[in-house]
């Protein structure tokens, strides 16, 4: 006879604050107790709560995403035993499919306050800004960046098994010597924090040693993969994950609608709750067997697909904004290539921190192209001509005209600069020294 | 009535040296006298060596790569005239296509020596070491690397527009910066050099003057392209190039037959001598009107197609392979994941220089995916299944059975160790005096 | 602020028949009462009901395929006015999705049998037959054809709006006439039919009156669309469909899970109740302006895709199998095309019934090749290779290993010359009085 | 060592008649002298003519399309000996490459008047018409029909194995039933004709011999393949032909740089004199191994892509344009589905002439859709946008408005009506009986 559905073994409930919820932590620790089990070969589906434990509303101010709590974020639904599993296995994870709530049809992208958070380019938008997007079926629209619509390449931007104490031990070690090293005037990595830590249903003791120890959910890791944010690690693929404690204790969240690569305002994806798919299966000896000392994966068939010569690509090399030249730093170049995406957009009408949403959210492709070309690394960054619905190609009729495209939100109260592209401030392009940027 | 065929603005030579035929150079500057003049809106073909300028061999001998002389690369073909193009206008450049020579159906892949040119994971093999492929049509294969074979995504390693004097001179300033600023124990960018310099058909004092202020083509830069090795700026592509220089002094060189992104073995195209068509358009005040401080492109649409499920895709962080924690650092994280891939393919039987070759050529897809979650930036490669005639995918019958891969070419009495797995040693790397490399 | 979420303009009751569910009609009439009202720019939810309305069941039993009521299907969820929508105007109808219902994962695929409903190669295969498909999230796969998943590729079946009088009378003058000229001993089209007759809201005049003028649902028609049974119109597509009446009584139902171009079996889709998401729009004067006889659609950008290297594609010729040469008839060719492949793929395992049923439903292609070579029409088949978990490209080590692939639904009590992959006997096939079918 | 380069098997002579060319032949018969020798393994090149032997020009008139000699086409290249090939064995001919010749960049696209050739629209279309078309390497354009550039989708129109006497029997004997039976009022089959038969180097009584048995070479035939017209069997494309006699005797020829699915004029690709660089292989007793009728194939990965999102798809059914229902005739609804597209483009301002080729030979998707809603077969036809140089999609502004179109070659003299979408005269759509189509 047919199979009947498809069991939920995690519901979040939106009416209760995440950290009281037993089947939801946020940190990442070998003792944080199991939240369900699996069965070898089984499908179940996994509600899931945005990555802000819902700190952003949809309305129109980024007051929110500027206050933004950052010891509450990235509530993991799970950890879940895969029956069988144990250390030296590996976890293939078929996500069969992500799906918003019904009943919730919408997502957010934020750029944080770069006191509160920052963003890969945080030093030319210092600012808060939000844009809220809407779904509909494939497709999503945000009244804050209009003439745009895409369809999702919705997936996990967090999936992995827990670490065992040794490669906890590993990662609380590294991370510490950076940050006892660091002379720089900000974060460069986050240490256990015993602050606000969810530890699942865990009791007062184990959740101060999660506290004190538990790795922060922030970064991916080479050694489960952790937060690797990657867009398409999308519906149907399978990804190979190692185990590195009996049962697996897999956990799972953060989900987004779609991503841009790189996802460079940090809160760039359109973030949303909603429910994961996944279908399990054990591979005994599987690190071993497959050399994998981090997470492998095969894409799946339904990504939104454009035509090779629907997109344009910008190029950016390791030459920083004040023209200082970089040794073969492709962090320097990708940040260059999405300033120069910036200012192509810019003409049209749009804000810079509304393209700096933009880029973060929508299906961009970011390329490493030529790294050992001494001293510039090159990297391409494609946009999809597609997703607006006016002709941004560099054929179109030159010079463009201007169109009124609002604005995002920002912190209340926020009323100048706000739309560069209205100003006209900002349309000037200088080849000489210093910043032009502005908000 | 109909067109005739299309005209050749530049024929190379391959029983002269590079350096004595007028219409090549080798420094970008802006006084290099043209090399012949385009019309507004033409097709031309320019006949190109290969980036050596023909100093490596079809034969099974590393030692032409191990001793090249890098200060005779990159004989350019041009500088060519376009009609009616000045500083400020944009040089539309279509890729029609790009060909070897019939008569010459071959092109190579090296690994430089550490200590002469180097490469992306030089620390870890500092070998010279080779791959000669031969082509039949769309496909190349190697005898070097038996088991494989794919179509080639054709391009031109090298495009782009004289600089100004004005342009040059900042090059020059801030990489000599760069150089006096530098402590590592390797060159971090490359001076103007007046040995074996070659600037076209200038008399002897112009040559002088190019040799003491010419920049050098190794790198690509942002103000007009240059050696930017982007693999999908393939036959079909449009690129929008940024003029300097009255006539635009367009140059071109250095063919790929196929490259993987990143080039990572520097040497890693498949380079090759051959035939580039391409169609001029010149654009009025297109820098200002299209705000491009760096070039454009959109990719043509023949590029060779595998579905997204057909690639298996390497995860890597900004954790190098001693342990170390690095700030985001995509440069780190990127070398990490292709170490993944060659610890994945090396369980088939190849030696881990096989596998470094193929991965600087295959049309590999190196993806920035998450950089935003410090301190680890993440990065993907994407290694397409059906470049292989056995089946790579990680569904394939574990434990992997090792095959018969033969060796690439390496320097004349080189016998041990070379074909890491044949000898069953693959799990250690150890060559010479460099890094050893252990899981 | 943000949108509240998206309306649901129908629902269906799976607890009451089909035939007293007022916002559901079985005839194409323009007298059909409206159902609801849709603003010209909404999007909104539709509710559908499987094509046969309920009557096949998720068992391992043909019986019900067999003993289909065929008065009693394409039960359409609608007419529904669209504001503003008059004749001349086009409406413009985007599919945001189409979704399953979440506690129903489940359809079908059916073979009629040749004596009630019959199907594209009846005369070969004349018996009824079924596959249950599981779906989970974008995936199925069927305990009745094992060895093979896919994901789907969901479409509506049918959508259109209403005919007016004179589109109505002229389409039964048409199909009378052909049915008064008809010497083939089948049914070539279906008259109106007063039995089982539902017309929604309608009273029971109306009800009669569309019994006797209202047009069967069966064949798509070219003033408006209809049945169609386009596989690519699916997610994200844009179809523009001539208004005939004022308010359009737009009309859809029928959804397809998935479906292979021709749908052969006649019920050969993936069969499903679920939901399709819609957004209206109404172009004035669309249909002279857009020149427009037939519907034209655009398909949205999720299709699943595989590489064009990942498919098999098979010939075939307007001779049919009796050797009989035919004038340039595609309908014998792509039957050859059909059968090629299923003897192709016979040799793993699978019966003809099994494979019948899957080119029904699999997303193969389709295509017209040649169609001037008199006397030959010649049309090909895609099979992707990737929807088998197996090896079934021609590369594959010969001959073939045959593999136990079990058996689709046949009607109770049938038991031999069923699975002829295991009776060896394959080579020929033998069924009730029809036609022998041999190599 | 390196390979040497890749031998060319037959060369042809455009300075002598096709006729008297010893390595061309235009019959397929068993007893032609084989023309050379190929390696089982070997990567050769074949030149080969266009299809009617040269008898078209690059100019401006179709006096040569209207009086072509059809007795004098398809001179195909070989039969060329593959060693080790036997009656039972299939031949792997894996197509690497297809090009024009570099001195010879253009090619032909032809109506034929309806008494001489006639095509699929010839009822609508009777008048001879040409448009030549220029090649600059992948793409091409046409100064008859402005405003279009494409890439080729490269391929041969024709390859296959010489028949056996068996099979040469089957098919002279069925083609004379059809011919026989023959009501219609035009040819449906070519018998054997004596009349300008070339058979290769054969003496001058097996030469008649071929004039009276020989089968004729327009259409392709289910047991070998032939002239398939498959415009996706093209570079990189693995076919398998089935192999009938001793050596094989292959034979290519017809090389198109493009064709749209149909190739509906019938001289209706871009035809062209060309190299194809083929690898043959022998996989013994393929034919029972693989289960092989009919050729199969697996195409290429570089065919030139769109995404689904740029084509707009139309849809045709079996109701002709005299408003009469055909059962399931899927030729009527292809010639339907052709004559909307016509509709379509007609509006900005080409003459339906023009467009009639343009479908011919321009990369158009074909598509069986629905084949099983009696009476009604649909198909659709899937137009590229990016082929036009102005957006044609139907969300462009409406009313369009026509652009200066030129027009297509015609025959000498003929000056009125030719420009449909000039005169206005055409633009009439009409939803009632009779043909509205004028030239």
């Known amino acids: 006879m047919g199979k009947t559905g498809i069991r939920t073994v995690c519901k979040v409930d939106f009416d209760r604050p995440a950290s009281e919820q ?35 509303k949809n309305d129109d101010s980024a007051d929110d995403v500027k206050n933004v709590d950052l010891t509450k974020v990235h509530y993991l639904s799970g950890p879940f035993e895969v029956e069988g599993a144990a250390p030296g296995d590996v976890l293939l994870v078929e996500i069969m499919d992500v799906q918003p709530f019904q009943d919730r049809p919408w997502g957010f992208t934020g750029i944080f ?87 699942g249903s865990a009791d007062k003791d184990l959740t101060e040693k999660v506290g004190r120890e538990g790795a922060r959910t922030i970064p991916g890791r080479p050694e489960h993969g952790g937060n690797c944010d990657i ?57 071993a067997d497959l050399g994998l000392k981090s997470p ?28 200082r030249q970089h040794y073969m730093d492709v962090t320097v170049a990708y940040r260059q290539t999405t300033l120069r995406c910036i200012e192509y957009l810019r003409r049209f009408g749009y804000s810079d921190y509304q393209i700096y949403l933009l880029l973060s959210c929508a299906p961009v492709q970011g390329h490493v192209a030529g790294i050992v070309d001494i001293p510039n690394a090159c990297t391409t960054l494609g946009l999809p001509i597609d997703i607006f619905d006016f002709d941004i190609s560099p054929s179109a009729a030159l010079p463009v005209k201007k169109m009124n495209m609002g604005r995002c939100a920002f912190e209340t109260g926020r009323t100048e600069g706000v739309a560069c592209g209205e100003s006209g401030k900002n349309s000037q392009v200088s080849f000489g020294g210093g910043l032009t940027y502005k908000e």
Chains 1, 2, 3, 4 share one sequence.
Request: hydrophobic share 40%.
């Open 113 to 199: 306050d770069r006191r509160n958070g920052g963003g890969f380019l945080d030093e030319i938008y210092p600012s808060a800004a939000k844009a809220i997007w809407d779904f509909e079926g494939i497709y999503c629209t945000s009244r804050h960046i209009p003439h745009v619509k895409f369809a999702g390449l919705i997936h996990p931007g967090i999936l992995g098994c827990a670490p065992s104490a040794e490669v906890l031990e590993k990662w609380n070690k590294r991370e510490a010597e950076l940050i006892a090293a660091n002379k720089l005037d900000r974060d460069v990595a986050l240490p256990p924090e015993p602050l606000s830590v969810h530890a």
């Open 296 to 323: 492998i994966y095969i894409p799946g068939p339904v990504e939104p697909q454009f035509g090779p010569g629907r997109y344009i690509y910008f190029e950016g090399f390791s030459v920083d904004e004040a023209g």
């Open 22 to 56: 037993p089947y939801l932590h946020n940190r990442w620790h070998p003792d944080i107790p199991f939240a369900g089990i699996i069965k070898d070969g089984e499908t179940v589906k996994i509600e899931c709560l945005d990555w802000t434990g819902g700190q952003i």
């Open 231 to 287: 867009k398409n690690l999308s519906r149907g693929s399978k990804v190979y994950l190692p185990v590195h404690v009996p049962g697996a204790k897999f956990s799972v969240g953060d989900l987004h609608f779609s991503q841009g690569d790189g996802e460079i305002s940090f809160c760039g994806a359109i973030e949303m709750a909603g429910v994961i798919t996944i279908n399990f299966k054990v591979i005994k000896n599987g690190v």
